[in-house]
């Protein structure tokens, strides 16, 4: 049979086989604090017994807090983390136990947009060759055929060919962002991992790049997992939610028909309640916020701990919450919450 053009995997047409183009089952990671003893150094988990899938074609944010788990979810999706547990499955296979060879024909479908453009390139190469470098190394053409690649790929982020010439600290940090996201688009993959793609960006810069990542999506028919810790970006680029805390998944539901303001799990509903607003008279009392270590208290192995995460913090918490860690449920058309409360 002829290689296809797509690559070793080549690109599955509609009749797909799996509903998901990336799913996590009951997947963990956790890392081992530093210290002499490594038998007494204790175990911080990141993530905790988390399943989600990402249908085709579809965007899914991420929310939470620093420290909720999201990005090491994330990257664990998009095969930069092995799993201590559980299994991430691609197109149906799994990939978190494949060796580095064997998960080199994968590289090229799932490439991830990471937060600081800055560090993405290589301050001797120039915006062009860090972004040709890309292409050479996952589809091995040649330098020519690789330039006109970066020509074509800065052209539908916004860019002229001109940046190619450029280092990456010659041009502002919103231009990096497009330079950044034209590196990950370039080898035509099909799962992009977006790790707060706006996050450094001002206002205006983020609405820009926001619509920018929702035309190139559904230009190519690309599939987001779309991290960030602002649940008011999300509207913009993605269909469906999942928010995090402490290591586990706390609800989940799609935008349509269920918009954000549907969200019944207490901790959803403080994180829309935090997002700045506009007017001053529009702001809320947030008293009932405890500090952000409480919920490192709860990330610390043995995980079986019979609590929900939340409850330290929850202002709706009963009996039931401190003794029993709640599982997500359906709570309503593709909605689901983990909360004994709801």
């Known amino acids: 049979m002829r290689p296809s053009k797509e690559g070793p995997l080549g690109r599955l047409k509609k009749g797909r086989s799996v509903e998901y183009l990336v799913e996590t ?5 956790w890392f ?27 965007s899914l944010g991420l929310i939470g807090e620093s420290g909720s788990g999201k990005s090491t979810l994330g990257r664990m999706m998009a095969g930069l983390e092995v799993p201590s547990e559980g299994q991430v499955l691609y197109r149906g296979t799994e990939i978190s136990s494949l060796s580095l060879k064997a998960m080199r024909p994968y590289r090229r479908h799932i490439q991830m947009i990471f937060q600081n453009s800055a560090e993405v390139f290589d301050p001797a190469y120039t915006i062009g060759q860090s972004i040709g470098e890309m292409v050479m190394n996952n589809e091995g053409i040649r330098a020519r055929e690789s330039l006109l690649r970066v020509y074509d790929m800065l052209e539908q982020v916004g860019l002229d060919r001109s940046f190619a010439d450029r280092m990456s600290h010659e041009i502002s940090g919103g231009q990096r962002q497009r330079a950044n996201i034209a ?26 790049i926001l619509t920018l990542l929702n035309t190139l999506r559904k230009k190519y028919g690309l599939t987001y997992l779309f991290i960030t810790h602002d ?29 954000l303001q549907a969200a019944v799990h207490p901790y959803t509903r403080l994180l829309l309640a935090s997002a700045p607003v506009k007017h001053p008279s529009e702001r809320r009392d ?44 359906a709570v309503g058309n593709r909605h689901w919450a983990a909360c004994h409360r709801t």
Do not use: H
């Open 25 to 29: 089952k009951n997947i963990r990671k």
């Open 32 to 58: 081992v604090k530093p210290g002499f003893f490594s038998s007494c150094r204790p175990r911080v988990s990141a993530v905790y017994d988390v399943s989600l899938g990402i249908p085709w074609g579809s």
């Open 183 to 208: 590196r990950a688009l370039v080898v035509r993959p099909e799962l992009v991992v977006c790790d707060e793609p706006v996050s450094s960006l001002d206002y205006s810069l983020r609405k820009q």
């Open 231 to 259: 649940l008011y970006c999300v509207p913009y680029v993605c269909n469906g939610v999942a928010i995090m805390y402490g290591g586990k998944l706390m609800e989940r539901f799609d935008l349509d028909p269920c918009p």
């Open 286 to 329: 947030f008293s009932q916020d405890l500090p952000a270590e409480s919920q490192q208290e709860y990330t610390l192995i043995p995980d079986s701990r019979s609590c929900c995460r939340f409850y330290p913090r929850c202002e709706n918490g009963g009996p039931r919450c401190s003794r029993e860690e709640p599982i997500l449920r």
